[in-house]
């Protein structure tokens, strides 16, 4: 049986792209994922589709698993030669536990690893804008668990220290014990008007910052309402975060958006702008049940006039199929290729070829417009490949055979629906967390009803929609609810600028 093997993985404070890249490395290729509540559940993305989860988290003092239960999971699964990688939020070894389960894995003989994480300690008071150093006003700082502050009340020296010895002082998980812990360190020394912070879900869209003097923090956090996960600083570096605050400053900070398809380059815009995305694709691209087809269209490649691309997917799997059957891009010589879109474009030139025609208006439609121009002279007499999806729409390849062309239309590719949990997403959306909801065909909308079952359109009730264009919208709008953003361009880029334009003139 091969050896198995534990990392302790740092999952970084919530934004998930504070995670290192030798965690994802971790992550990516362990067979068991143990976690814990409050890491980012888009990271479970990465996971191996048939690795075992195994919730292990903590919310408000209740644990899903006690610490033996914990620790027996990692040891019997190391036994039995998986790759495990318990995965914590922010540092292993910052205030995690870390250092109670390796010295138990050390004492079991299993193999670990240790992957640190970047911690809440630094990354959430800097994303409020709080600098834990700075050469005006502090050249030291202390880390504190607030849990432990009601234990410790009696120690005098352990407050004085704290009160007098520090410029800077950073206590988590103090929500609870605010009270005590400003009057303690007010007893020993600090002065009250010493600038506090306490921030809630720091990194996160749902972060959420307030400032009080330390004798009066107590007291507006409670008028605030604020609850755990939260983060307390107390110093003079508090009162330059009106200076450096960035992170809530930014357009889309709060929002959170729900993109049904795999991420592209197209939605970082939406990231640099504060939003955090939530990747929930509803679409899996497989094979064609046959390529019979498709295998006859590329026996008889140099009889075609042209060769029509609907999108990258059906590019790159029909060039798949080419090379695979021993072709190459020279038996395309002397064939005009005409791509939907900007992205698709971009697919072909990947292989070095020209793309002769890219339609104004990326639509069955557009297409036909296309052709009819006196430049192309019209349809008659053409023989056109359309390698596209199962089940794609007919508008095209009818207008072409009823203007005279000939056109052959071989499935390349299905997209269906990925056998994938949904509860995450359920929980995140009835929670009100996805405040934007994106899809990108009407496939994809309809998977998602489907993957999220009765409750998919109520779900949605209060989402702000957005969709790639027409078609999409149909489909949205035949099943009971209102389509908010909907680009002039079927583009994803396109559908980007909208939700941005959407985001400012919505506040």
Request: glycine share 10%; net charge positive; aromatic share 8%.
């Amino acid at each position: 049986m091969k050896e198995g093997k534990v990392y302790l993985v740092g999952a970084g404070p919530g934004d998930i792209g504070l995670l290192t890249c030798k965690g994802l490395r971790c992550l990516q290729k362990a067979d068991v994922i143990v976690y814990d509540f409050h890491i980012n559940p888009q990271i479970l993305n990465y996971v191996k589709h048939d690795a075992e989860f195994v919730y292990a988290g903590k919310r408000g003092g209740h644990h899903e698993m006690a610490q033996d239960e914990i620790n027996r999971v990692l040891v019997d699964r190391a036994r039995g030669g998986r790759l495990v990688c318990r995965l914590k939020g922010g540092d292993p070894f910052v205030f995690g536990r870390g250092g109670e389960e390796a010295e138990m894995l050390s004492q079991a003989g299993i193999a670990f690893e240790i992957v640190p994480g970047v911690s809440s300690v630094v990354a959430v008071p800097a994303y409020a804008g709080i600098p834990l150093t700075h050469r005006r006003c502090a050249s030291a700082f202390a880390v504190v668990t607030g849990s432990e502050a009601e234990t410790k009340s009696e120690s005098s020296t352990y407050w004085s220290g704290l009160a007098k010895a520090y410029d800077t002082l950073v206590f988590l998980m103090g929500v609870k014990n605010i009270e005590t812990i400003a009057r303690k360190l007010i007893e020993h020394g600090k002065p009250g008007s010493t600038p506090a912070a306490l921030i809630r879900w720091g990194t996160r869209p749902e972060q959420r910052t307030v400032v009080a003097p330390l004798g009066e923090i107590a007291g507006v956090v409670r008028d605030s309402r604020m609850r755990p996960p939260a983060v307390m600083v107390v110093g003079e570096v508090v009162s330059l975060r009106e200076a450096l605050k960035w992170y809530e400053d930014k357009p889309l900070f709060g929002h959170r958006v729900l993109i049904t398809r795999e991420y592209t380059r197209e939605f970082e815009p939406l990231e640099e702008l504060g939003a955090e995305i939530f990747e929930f694709p509803t679409l899996r691209i497989v094979p064609p049940k046959s390529f019979d087809d498709v295998d006859r269209a590329i026996a008889g490649i140099s009889a075609y006039h042209w060769l029509v691309i609907t999108s990258a997917n059906a590019f790159e799997c029909f060039m798949g199929r080419l090379l695979e059957k021993g072709g190459d891009i020279r038996d395309l010589k002397g064939i005009k290729i005409c791509a939907i879109g900007s992205r698709t474009a971009e697919a072909v030139a990947r292989y070095g070829m020209k793309v002769d025609m890219v339609p104004g208006e990326f639509s069955a439609e557009g297409l036909i417009e296309a052709f009819s121009t006196s430049r192309h002279g019209g349809l008659k007499g053409l023989k056109v490949l359309l390698p596209r999806a199962e089940n794609a729409r007919d508008v095209f390849p009818e207008r072409v055979r009823s203007l005279g062309g000939t056109i052959d239309t071989p499935t390349v590719y299905r997209a269906v629906r990925p056998e994938k949990h949904a509860k995450r997403l359920q929980r995140f959306m009835s929670e009100g967390r996805i405040t934007l909801a994106t899809f990108t065909s009407g496939a994809a909308f309809n998977n998602f009803l489907a993957m999220l079952g009765d409750d998919g359109r109520a779900l949605l009730k209060d989402v702000t929609l957005a969709v790639i264009g027409p078609v999409t919208k149909e489909a949205v709008e035949k099943a009971g609810l209102k389509v908010h953003i909907t680009p002039s361009t079927a583009t994803i880029s396109a559908m980007v600028e909208e939700i941005v334009a959407w985001a400012s003139r919505n506040g």
